[in-house]
């Protein structure tokens, strides 16, 4: 489903009790930053935790392996597992921003989340050529990623089985908005938000990122019923 976002003008959360009372356990929110899976990020947290707990989330994020995408992905995994264990299986959210959106959209795509949102997630690892250009022709060997595991791992060549929103600039140069809409349009579960600015358009625009946490809460309300 793709959709053009026009945005309109515009607590912290609680430690949740034990798994034991699923209606009482605040939303777990798994927060994931970018850097083309070798850097990090270090505004992601300040950028990112007073609207996630603004949106009733308890924030985690997670620190992952850089230069090692495979290490990351099962990082994303054992983190997401550790929380369905502890709070309970549907109170589990994840949010990344471009290589963290990848990690995002996985876990949604292997239903280890209840949903998620990605900010412009590279979704096919075999098409996407910026990194090239910018890190060099050994990109992909850099992060660990065979050709087999460029399509293995890319989001759009798995399946979709749980909610995932895609928010991304109409003009992202790093990461072509092409590739989130053929996302979308190839799963249903899968939705897309085009947005005004670039790749790294929540900076500039902070409202997207508590709308798009909005949206994420919107579905925990849902569960709840």
Known sequence: MVLALQLPASAGATSPPAVGDAQSVSPQLILIHGGSFLYGDPTFRSRTRAAARAAGFVPHYLRY???????????????????????????????????????????????????????????????????????????????????????????????????????????????????SSEYAVKFRRVHLWVVGGGHQTERNRPRLLRRAFGWLARLTAARRG
């Open 65 to 179: 392996p850089l230069g090692d995408m495979p290490a990351a992905v099962l990082a994303a995994r054992a983190e997401a597992a550790r929380l369905r264990a502890r709070y309970g299986r549907e109170a589990v959210y994840a949010y990344g921003s471009s290589a963290g959106g990848t990690l995002a959209a996985l876990l949604a795509g292997d239903g280890l989340v209840s949903a998620a949102v990605a900010k412009a997630p590279i979704s096919d690892l075999l098409a996407w050529e910026w990194p090239l250009s910018a890190y060099g022709p050994d990109y992909f060997e850099r992060i660990g990623m065979t050709l087999e595991a460029r399509r293995r791992l890319s989001p759009l060549r798995r399946r979709a089985v749980r909610p995932l929103l895609i928010v991304h600039g109409r003009r992202d140069r790093i990461v072509p908005v092409g590739m």
